[in-house]
């Protein structure tokens, strides 16, 4: 881990050789890899929600989130290599989240397309996130992490994102 100071700068290979080792091709070596990542964070929660919103491109005051995870949903890869690159322990929080994070958030998760078992929505609308972030540079991302529902709202992306939840959406 690292402090918000330090996360000014990426952290290069912030994965270790044993990860290249791991099985990327099936559903079973994408655990084996998340619980990898995970193991190496202190104090690591798995968020029951997440996901990367960009700032409004216009005056509209909404969010906009290409891919949301929902509670209940089963993507926990993402949410840790995402974790890992912010130097976070998975803590409900909204963290600005730089293009050159971003960037290596969608490197270090790209080798998960081997599993042609299961979609990659996370890494999709990662990469529709930069390219909106690099033919803007107006607009801003936000990385998303909610641990627990009944946390208090941490940002406007936050409070967009769980108004998204059935059942979920918070108080005003």
Do not use: K
């Not at 964070?41 to 929600?49: C, M, Y």
């Not at 906009?64 to 209940?72: K, Q």
């Not at 996130?129 to 936000?142: I, K, S």
């Amino acid at each position: 881990m690292f402090t918000c100071a330090e996360r000014a700068v990426v952290r290069a290979g912030w994965h270790d050789a044993a990860m290249t080792d791991l099985d990327w091709s099936t559903p079973e070596g994408l655990v084996a890899i998340r619980d990898h990542l995970a193991a190496r964070i202190e104090g690591w929660r798995q968020p029951v929600a997440y996901a990367v919103a960009l700032s409004p491109a216009s005056s509209s005051p909404e969010w906009v989130f290409a891919h949301v995870n929902a509670p209940g949903g089963r993507h926990g890869l993402p949410a840790v290599v995402l974790a890992s690159v912010l130097g976070h322990d998975g803590t409900t929080a909204s963290l600005p989240l730089s293009r050159p994070e971003l960037a290596a958030a969608v490197e270090s998760l790209a080798p998960a397309q081997a599993c042609t078992d299961l979609p990659h929505p996370n890494l999709a609308a990662w990469r529709e996130v930069l390219t909106e972030l690099e033919g803007n540079p107006a607009r801003e991302a936000v990385a998303v992490f909610v641990a627990d529902l009944d946390d208090p709202v941490t940002s406007e992306a936050d409070g967009s994102m769980r108004a998204t939840f059935e059942g979920h959406a918070p108080t005003p």
